[in-house]
RNA sequence: GGGCGCGUAGCUCAGUGGGAGAGCGCUCGCUUCACACGCGGGAAGUCGGUGGUUCGAGUCCACCCGCGCCCACCA
């Protein structure tokens, strides 16, 4: 295998390192013994393989990269001139949808692109124990054996998860195999694992001693489907229609205010009422109580800014205990806090008899209906408003005071601020910027404890006697201040306050390991945006706060997969689109190619049309190669195939074109991967593989390089073998292209355009060779596509026998190194001679091709034809025209467009001329 | 309420201030010796609307209409 090193080194771009000794490394792994039938016997096989068949060839490809351990890097030099992804880690118990799949394919593509460029490549990989997700799903399992995790008791229940993890937890691992991902599937990471539990502790035990982590009374998200606190974050607001009811309470010493609420039963926890300081109408009310209906508490009518003049009444209830908003009013004023909604969702006993036990909305009734016999209803009204969800269990979140531990993050937040704003993260998009940029801003401090079994506990432990609070790493025999028993906090922490640690704690942070010294900090993050927050800007923070390094210089952000029409994709609503299911039906290949064709800065619908385009793209591929290899066989022989080196040597001006378009779509690829392009990546592909090469260059050539049994008029032996090196030197330029991409099929086809037996994963990526580029070869060829499509069209519309060629004279300039392709490409005869008088003429740029033969053909659709193309041109000449005359234009447009523009007149009025 | 984004061919979407494009679909023709998951030809568009900037606007600006998404503590 030839392996010319400057081919790994861009022009322009640093050499990353070590690059040869980079290469043997890949390379003695890419040796790795492969025994197959010997070549000439494999061609012969292709003779029969008319279609990619992905189901065959796919398992194969994955079986020999994991065997070769190419995807496992030894962690040698410095995270600098490596290159690694940490992969967003799926829920252990997840299967791979629609998004794991884009966002699999876009880290593979950067992987692949990477590791052929000769760098040592690393892509992390593991799953999330994904707390309240894992913990409801075996509860589920549970419920259906008819017992709970109550019942088997917190160890009991935790060994069970564990058994689960066993079952199911690689389930998607393999899926992304399937994907043909290329991570380091020999070092696979968990969030709960000895080490990465470590590390959490650790950060923990940091955080505290900082000072960051706090324990406090406070009103927090209540899920009571979880049972446990919940985050801002996991908080979604859904729009709802209550009633909005109007309350009258009396006032001690008479009067009465009038308050509305959407949620009366809470009013059974009312401590005040609040008016706006600058309200004239009931300045004289501040300082005197109110009677709580029902309940009989006299609550103190207060001022605060909080309270809109122009809203309702402009009196409202305040509950400390049961709206964030009221919480924050009740701690300026010192107001009772009284709980009357407990953390299974019902009423407590401070509800009072009549309401204690009552579910959240059956005690609104009773309220409603207790409030209307007392004739303190004054009104009622439909009323939107957003109603707060759970986002992990689906329930209505009930906002209670509740002690928790939080972590502060305002301090945290500041270099991560700094980090974004100074470019040491760069965010792609860059629309996505700003939203993190004003989040961070008004960052608030995170709840970190969950109650829930599932996860990692608090390194925190109570002393039972003297309620000494102590914070370690390592667990504390007993109570330092008075010597008494120790008990360790229930809760465990909010899963992504251990997925915050991921891309340094998957390489063995906090010791200084190798794999942290290679790998950390990673390249880049790639995720949608729905866990920018929740994840992408706390493993910023925590990165930056725990290593002093960014944990990763880019952030790309990727579409959104929806379903075909618009909808989000779902489970329950049946609009998800298994990804599994249509690598199955069309190849994951052509799944890669869709999605990556398909994704965009913003969301996307999924195309099983693009997918099809992929597909066809490995089809077409597959057969130009199998054509090309053939091909070159029968033309050369075994023995001279055999001992081929491909290597550009063009003799013709379509060997100049497609060199030189060759090297550009090869600058192109790589630019579009660098720049997170990946839908024109795939679609430049696409359109390079099918337009030139297959449809122009691959048909061109074609009698160049024959068959050899007819025997006569054949291209001497060398000439053949010029082509056969050129055209195999495409091909495979072109299939390791595409290789990120469209890894199987191109996979495939390197084991036949490969001699050495080496993986195409580890060969060098294509680096366009800028001396092959060739405008005047490029110009030559473009006016000859022309010119075959003009005569096409025209042969089609006179109704030309698809196989007869035309006697015709060319009467154009600029063709002289292309008439023979033109003549064979349009199937003219053009020799020359023949009546003098033409019986149709053509526009073709630069003049006309004259017919001289009728016969067949249907003049009077010529005749139409000709009409049409002039009157086409005198159209475009009369636009042209239009611009030309106009001084403002000639004026003031640049000349390099003025000049375009004179030169587009002199060719039309030419064309015109000769037709 | 604040922010971001999108309206281009029947559908899904590209499009860099200077000749409106692709894939699919539709249609006509080809059993052309790589591929019928193929090849060749064709039809199909007041680029959401109205103004403005400019020699020139699908592209830049303003407003309007329609549709998404994110953030946000008005009962």
């Known amino acids: ?78 995270a600098s001139e490596n290159y690694s992804i940490a992969i967003p880690p799926p829920n252990v118990t997840g299967s791979l949808h629609m998004g794991h799949a884009l966002n699999g394919t876009i880290q593979d593509v950067l992987i692949r692109y990477r590791r052929m460029s000769g760098r040592r490549t690393k892509w992390i990989l593991g799953t999330d124990h994904a707390g309240i997700a894992t913990q409801a799903q075996v509860e589920k399992a549970l419920a259906a054996e008819g017992t709970s995790r109550h019942e088997l008791g917190r160890e009991g229940f935790v060994e069970r998860v564990w058994d689960w993890r066993e079952h199911y937890g690689h389930a998607i691992v393999e899926q992304l195999k399937r994907l043909g991902a290329s991570c380091d599937y020999s070092e696979e990471r968990f969030t709960l694992d000895e080490g990465y539990a470590r590390a959490v502790v650790e950060v923990f035990v940091r955080m505290y001693e900082k000072g960051y982590v706090y324990r406090d009374r406070y009103i927090v998200n209540w899920d009571p489907g979880s049972r446990s606190a ?50 004239e109408r009931y300045r004289a009310l501040v300082g005197r109580s109110a009677i709580l209906p029902l309940v009989g508490r006299h609550l103190p009518v207060i001022a605060d800014e909080y309270v809109k003049m122009d809203f309702g009444t402009g009196q409202l209830k305040i509950t400390p205990a049961h709206d964030p908003n009221d919480f924050e009013i009740g701690a300026r004023h010192d107001l009772d806090q009284v709980s009357v909604i407990g953390e299974d969702g019902r009423m407590s006993a401070e509800a009072g008899e ?7 909305m059956a005690a609104r009734e009773a309220v409603v209906a207790a409030l209307r016999e007392e004739g303190r209803i004054v009104a009622e009204e439909p009323y939107e408003h957003e109603v707060p969800y759970s986002h992990r269990s689906g329930q209505r979140i009930e906002p209670l005071i509740s002690l928790q531990w939080f972590m502060d993050m305002s301090e945290l937040a500041k270099p991560a601020i700094a980090a974004v704003n100074d470019g040491l993260v760069r965010v792609v998009p860059d629309n996505h910027r700003r939203v993190y940029l004003d989040w961070m801003a008004g960052i608030r401090p995170w709840c970190i404890s969950r109650q829930l079994w599932w996860g990692h506990r608090l390194p925190v432990y109570y002393c039972d ?37 991921w891309p340094f704690a998957t390489l063995g942070w906090p010791e200084q390991t190798p794999q942290l010294r290679a790998f950390y900090p990673t390249d880049v993050l790639s995720t949608a945006r729905d ?16 290593t002093g390094q960014v944990p990763f210089s880019d952030v790309y952000i990727h579409s959104v997969i929806q379903a075909p029409d618009g909808r989000r994709m ?19 290949d ?109 048909e061109i050539v074609k009698p160049r390089l024959p068959d050899l049994e007819p025997g006569e008029g054949h291209a001497p032996a060398p000439e053949r073998e010029r082509l056969a090196a050129t055209l195999l030197h495409v091909l495979r330029q072109t299939v390791a292209l595409c290789h990120p991409v469209i890894p199987f099929v191109t996979e495939e086809l390197w084991s036949y355009l490969d001699g050495g037996g080496g993986l195409l994963a580890a060969a060098p990526y294509p680096c366009a060779d800028e001396s092959l580029t060739d405008l005047q070869a490029e110009v030559e060829l473009e006016r000859a596509i022309e010119a075959v499509v003009a005569v096409r069209g025209w042969r089609d519309s006179v109704g ?100 375009g523009e004179r030169e587009r007149m002199r060719r039309l009025s030419a064309e015109l001329e000769a037709l």
């Open 531 to 546: 866990i920018l927050f929740l994840w992408v800007a706390r493993m910023i923070m925590m990165g930056i706060e725990l």
């Open 230 to 279: 919940i985050s801002d974050l996991e908080v979604e607001e859904r729009r709802e229609t209550d009633t909005l009811y109007s309350i009258r309470y009396d006032l001690e010493g008479g009067g009465e205010v009038t308050i509305a609420t959407v949620r009366p039963e809470t009013m059974l926890g009312d401590t005040a009422v609040a008016v706006h300081p600058d309200d």
């Open 590 to 698: 052509a799944v890669r190619f869709g999605l990556l064709a398909t994704s965009s800065t913003q969301d996307v619908r999924y195309s099983a049309e693009k997918v099809q385009q992929g597909q066809a793209l490995a089809n077409k591929l597959f057969n130009a190669t199998r054509f090309a290899l053939l091909r070159v066989h029968a033309s050369l022989g075994a023995q001279a195939a055999a001992e081929l080196e491909p290597e550009p040597l063009p003799s013709t001006v379509e060997d100049r074109w497609i060199l030189s378009r060759l090297a550009q779509i090869e600058s192109d690829t790589a630019a579009r991967i660098e720049d997170y392009d990946f839908s024109h990546a795939a679609l430049g592909l696409y359109d390079f593989v099918y337009r030139e090469l297959c449809d122009w260059y691959l």
């Open 354 to 360: 009549r309401f204690a036990g009552l579910s959240v």
């Open 800 to 899: 030309a026998r698809a196989g007869a060629a035309i006697p015709a004279r060319l009467c154009a300039e600029g063709y002289e190194t292309v008439a023979p392709l033109l003549e064979r490409m349009a199937r003219l005869r053009l020799d020359g001679d023949g009546p003098a008088e033409a019986v149709a003429s053509i526009a073709v740029p630069g003049g006309t091709i004259e017919v001289l033969s009728a016969e067949g053909l249907d003049l009077h659709a010529a005749e139409r034809r000709r009409a049409a193309a002039r009157e086409k041109i005198e159209a475009e000449i009369a636009r042209v025209r239009g611009k030309l005359e106009n001084p403002g234009f000639v004026a003031k447009a640049p000349a390099s467009v003025v000049e």
């Open 1 to 78: 295998m030839a392996l010319p090193l400057a081919a790994h080194v861009r022009p322009g771009r640093p050499a990353h390192a070590p690059v040869g000794e980079r290469l043997n490394e890949l390379l003695a792994v890419s040796r790795w013994p492969y025994t197959q039938p010997p070549m000439a016997k494999r061609i012969a096989e292709l003779q029969d393989r008319t279609r990619f068949d992905p189901a065959e060839v796919e398992p194969r490809m994955t079986e020999r990269w994991l065997s070769s351990g190419l995807f496992h890097p030894e962690p040698d030099g410095e």
């Open 465 to 501: 006697t003297c309620s000494h609070v102590h914070v370690a790493s390592a667990p504390p025999e007993r109570c330092a201040q008075c010597g008494g028993h120790l008990r360790q906090e229930e809760d465990v922490l909010d899963t992504w306050f251990s997925s915050a640690l």
């Open 570 to 588: 779902s489970k329950s609503l049946g609009t998800g689109i298994d990804p599994l299911q249509e690598i199955e039906r069309h190849g994951a």
